[in-house]
């Protein structure tokens, strides 16, 4: 599986950022794609994820409210809708994805076995 985050830019704090993650080759009917990020000198962290297989979504509490994740399992596709941006989401943004999570899994980066290459967001004051 290949994923391919885009979206990254420079924005104001206040402003909106849309992030895409497409994927490819090996896919399945039931998946979760989640978004990570990483601070310089700060380790990756838990943004948002979507379990396609019920639809559920999952968000870390430093962005509820803010950011909403969705996504379209028939196109394999994954987004995640940034408003209100502050300065402190300035991160390195990652898609990843995984077939094979339970439910207990889903904040966890080390489970995911699929990543794409990273987009940066950028939130000036």
């Known amino acids: 599986v290949q994923l391919q985050a885009s979206g990254g830019g420079l924005v104001q704090a206040g402003g909106s950022l849309s992030l895409s993650c497409a994927a490819s080759?090996?896919?399945?009917?039931?998946?979760?794609m989640a978004w990570f990020r990483q601070a310089p000198g700060k380790e990756r962290e838990f943004v948002a994820a979507i379990r396609f297989g019920g639809g559920s979504t999952y968000y870390a509490d430093s962005v509820k409210g803010r950011f909403t994740v969705s996504g379209d399992r028939t196109k394999y596709m994954g987004y995640l809708q940034m408003n209100s941006l502050k300065p402190e989401d300035t991160a390195v943004y990652y898609c990843?994805?995984?077939?094979?999570?339970?439910?207990?899994?889903?904040?966890?980066?080390?489970?995911?076995?699929?990543w794409g290459q990273g987009t940066l967001v950028t939130v000036s004051s």
């Open positions: 080759g090996r896919t399945f009917s039931s998946y979760t």
């Open positions: 990843a994805a995984d077939f094979r999570l339970i439910l207990s899994q889903t904040k966890t980066a080390a489970a995911y076995g699929y």
